[in-house]
């Protein structure tokens, strides 16, 4: 990938006079092309990019410097120091080996991080109380549930699920922990990879949160739900998804549950459970993970 191609291509395009600068990709030979974007033209960049882009990826960044030209603020971007990760090809390597069950074990692991069972007594009773004062009413449970954090979970939205008409909680309130940060005077970049695919990204620009299991979610993700990565905010990733709605509606539980294993921070900061995530993805096609310090 090089400038002058990247160059010809914008030619008469509504990003032909965007500021550019070239990026070293540390530990290799390659570099990412910048181009400046800002709130109002980011995701008609990224759509527009993204079409005619067919061995490379856009991803949007944002980072800090106020006081310094937008090409200055890219160039010392902490996102571009890659902090302390493995070199970018051992990065992909390890994500490609990552087996079905060990990415299945370590999602499994780190749900746990919601289980708040041992510091809330009567954690069954407060989450039955809570299908009851958002439903009008609640279920019995099986016997047994008490000890399964997950399956309390997944039975209460598969029962909540049943009884959407009695949902008292507006679309607006579920969704309100999904809206997409906006980096307000923050120099802001369309990132051109050299990549074909989104997940392969948190290679070269890493997130906070496990980036090695991450990559093969979010390439399970894409490959499923048609689900794109399109802004990394460092400790933010966002995501539109592209999927068939009914695919989508059929694997609500297991999607919310893994977004929450992976980045439990969506979650844990607004006080949400796993299947308040759930019922907020049956109505969006946006998505927003947030993990951090």
């Known amino acids: 990938m090089h400038l002058d191609s990247i160059n010809q291509l914008r030619q008469g395009s509504p990003w032909q006079d965007a500021a550019v600068t070239v990026l070293p990709v540390p530990t290799t030979d390659q570099v990412a092309i910048a181009l400046e974007v800002n709130l109002d033209n980011y ?10 882009l067919t061995h490379a990826y856009p991803l949007v960044i944002a980072t800090w410097g106020y006081d310094s030209s937008w ?40 749900i746990q ?11 069954v009773k407060n989450e039955l109380e809570k299908t009851r004062t958002n439903f009008g009413m609640a279920p019995d449970l099986p016997s047994g549930m008490a000890g399964d954090f997950l399956g309390l979970e997944q039975y209460l939205f598969e029962w909540e699920t049943q009884h959407l008409a009695s949902y008292k909680i507006s679309i607006e309130e579920q969704t309100a922990h999904q809206t997409w940060y906006l980096p307000i005077n923050q120099p802001m970049a369309l990132l051109i990879l050299p990549i074909s695919q989104g997940w392969q990204s948190l290679a070269y620009v890493p997130w906070f949160g496990n ?13 499923k739900f048609g689900a794109e990565l399109v802004c990394h905010y460092g400790t933010m990733l966002q995501f539109l998804v592209k999927g068939k709605a009914e695919n989508l509606q059929a694997n609500l539980f297991e999607i919310a549950w893994q977004q929450l294993a992976i980045a439990p921070c969506t ?16 109505h969006l096609d946006r998505w927003f993970l947030h993990e951090r310090p």
Do not use: F
């Not at 980036?211 to 490959?223: E, G, R, T, V, Y």
């Open 43 to 52: 995701l008609a960049a990224w759509h527009w990019w993204r079409e005619r």
């Open 71 to 110: 090409e200055a603020a890219i160039q010392d971007s902490a996102l571009m120091s890659r902090w302390e990760c493995e070199p970018v090809e051992q990065m992909l390597q390890i994500a490609a080996q990552t087996t079905q069950t060990d990415l299945d074990q370590y999602l499994l692991e780190q």
């Open 113 to 123: 991080l919601l289980n708040y069972a041992e510091y809330v007594p009567n954690l």
């Open 267 to 282: 979650a844990a900061l607004p006080g949400i459970s796993i299947r308040d995530h759930a019922h907020a993805l049956r």
């Open 211 to 223: 980036n090695l299991k991450a990559m093969p979610l979010i390439q399970q993700w894409q490959s």
